[in-house]
């Protein structure tokens, strides 16, 4: 199951692709009992060797922007005809028109869904909804436990790095205190 800071990446792929000027883009939801490879592949087309490595920087420079995220592999950059990276969650496929025509994808994969870039960015905000509300909670709960905590840890780091003649004087000051109580002064008057 895909999660939802994968959909984002690909949505950003997507508007990337767009960007630099891509053509047919078309983002195929795989189906899941049929490939083990990835959830998603984004699929367009460029112009021209160049463009399609332009089209390719893009959504490489975006996703590391946004997200940290490098592909894991990319392959044919420098053909240029059909480069393909892998982000795991989902694989961009960037083809010149002839390529694309001789290869398609989009017949290979009868049973993958189409999805449009709306329709995956309604996705990604019908889901994050439900779940921003049900974490939102438990959140709150957590980090006021994590800053006790570090209170505690705090005053324990405090209290070690006190130098031995501090913690002498404060048992000192507490042994006085103590002999104070139990002395009530001279009776014979």
């Known amino acids: 199951?895909?999660?939802?800071?994968?959909?984002?990446?690909?949505?950003v792929a997507a508007e990337a692709a767009d960007a630099k000027k891509a053509e047919?883009?078309?983002?195929?939801?795989l189906d899941p009992s049929e490939s083990?490879?990835?959830?998603?592949?984004?699929?367009?087309?460029?112009?021209?060797?160049?463009?399609?490595?332009a089209i390719v920087d893009e959504i490489?420079?975006?996703l590391k922007r946004q997200f940290g995220q490098y592909p894991r592999s990319v392959e044919g950059r420098r053909q240029g005809e059909w480069i393909l990276?892998?982000?795991v969650?989902?694989?961009?496929?960037?083809?010149t028109h002839e390529k694309r025509a001789f290869y398609s994808l989009e017949r290979l994969r009868k049973t993958a869904t189409s999805l449009s870039l709306s329709e995956l960015e309604a996705e990604i905000?019908?889901?994050s909804a439900t779940k921003v509300a049900k974490k939102n909670a438990p959140a709150k709960k957590a980090v006021v436990k994590k800053a006790v905590v570090k209170k505690t840890a705090v005053k324990k780091t405090v209290a070690k790095k006190a130098s031995p003649a501090k913690g002498l004087m404060a048992v000192g000051k507490k042994v006085a205190k103590?002999?104070?109580?139990?002395?009530?002064?001279?009776?014979?008057?």
């Open 1 to 11: 199951m895909p999660t939802i800071e994968a959909k984002k990446m690909l949505a």
């Open 178 to 189: 103590k002999s104070a109580k139990k002395y009530s002064g001279p009776t014979g008057a």
């Open 125 to 127: 905000r019908g889901k």
């Open 24 to 29: 047919d883009v078309r983002i195929l939801q």
């Open 60 to 62: 490489e420079i975006q």
């Open 85 to 87: 990276m892998d982000y």
């Open 89 to 95: 969650d989902f694989i961009v496929h960037v083809f």
């Open 36 to 53: 083990g490879l990835a959830d998603y592949f984004l699929i367009c087309s460029g112009n021209s060797d160049r463009q399609n490595t």
